[in-house]
């Protein structure tokens, strides 16, 4: 079976960093993306990790280690229009995806 | 560059109606994707199309769904007959061929079966 797992909600404070886990077990898998969603619009992409290790990409960072099947999403400095679902999708040949964690900064 | 485009916006049938829903990826995009996403749950996969073949169909529900990509441009998925537990948003992704794997999305159809 497929089973991939991130918290259902989060809540930090402007100016603050968060770190949004989550865990996959898939048959076979290529890389693992993240994706933003805010409310009643379209995913938008944010991140795609092949190999293990951290990137880096202005604000947001994402980390996969393949041998623990895991992955985390990092915000830095955080903002209010930073308040969005994010989903964890682990792709092979298409994308499952997780049930995404809403995560809510407060000022 | 316009990005994928997905019509209606929203939709509310009877159990038992038929209903079409259309998805215009970008431009030049081979791949197409259509995804679910059910009240309270994850996105699904659906199928994908590669150019106008099916490359995948494991994530279609049942027979009651079908979808065409007829020239390989824009694709639509019709639901016949529709049942209370296929509401929720249907996406539509699209993205190039070859070593590109960043899926563009569409704003979604929501699909509401009374």
């Known amino acids: 079976g497929q089973n991939i797992d991130q918290p259902t909600e989060m809540t930090a404070t402007e100016g603050a960093i968060v770190q949004i886990n989550c865990t996959y077990q898939?048959?076979?898998?290529?890389?693992l993306f993240w994706y933003q969603q805010h409310a009643g619009e379209a995913p938008t992409f944010l991140s795609y990790n092949v190999l293990d290790g951290l990137e880096e990409k202005g604000r947001f960072s994402s980390f996969l280690s393949r041998s623990k099947g895991y992955s985390y999403l990092l915000l830095k400095e955080l903002q209010m229009k930073d308040s969005a679902s994010y989903l964890c999708a682990a792709y092979n040949n298409d994308m499952r995806f997780g049930a995404g964690t809403r995560l809510t900064v407060k000022p | 560059e316009a990005g994928v485009t997905q019509f209606p916006s929203h939709s509310v049938i009877e159990k038992g109606q038929t209903v079409t829903l259309r998805c215009d990826p970008i431009s030049g995009h081979d791949n197409l994707y259509w995804y679910r996403r059910v009240m309270g749950k994850e996105i699904k996969f659906l199928l994908h199309?590669?150019?106008?073949?099916?490359?995948?169909e494991s994530g279609m529900p049942n027979n009651r769904f079908l979808a065409e990509r007829t020239g390989g441009t824009y694709s639509t998925l019709k639901v016949q007959p529709a049942e209370l537990e296929d509401s929720g948003v249907y996406f539509c992704?699209?993205?190039?061929?070859?070593?590109?794997?960043?899926?563009?999305f569409g704003p979604g159809t929501r699909l509401t079966v009374t």
């Open positions: 992704a699209s993205r190039p061929g070859g070593d590109t794997y960043e899926q563009y």
């Open positions: 199309f590669v150019k106008e073949s099916k490359q995948d």
């Open positions: 898939t048959s076979g898998f290529n890389g």
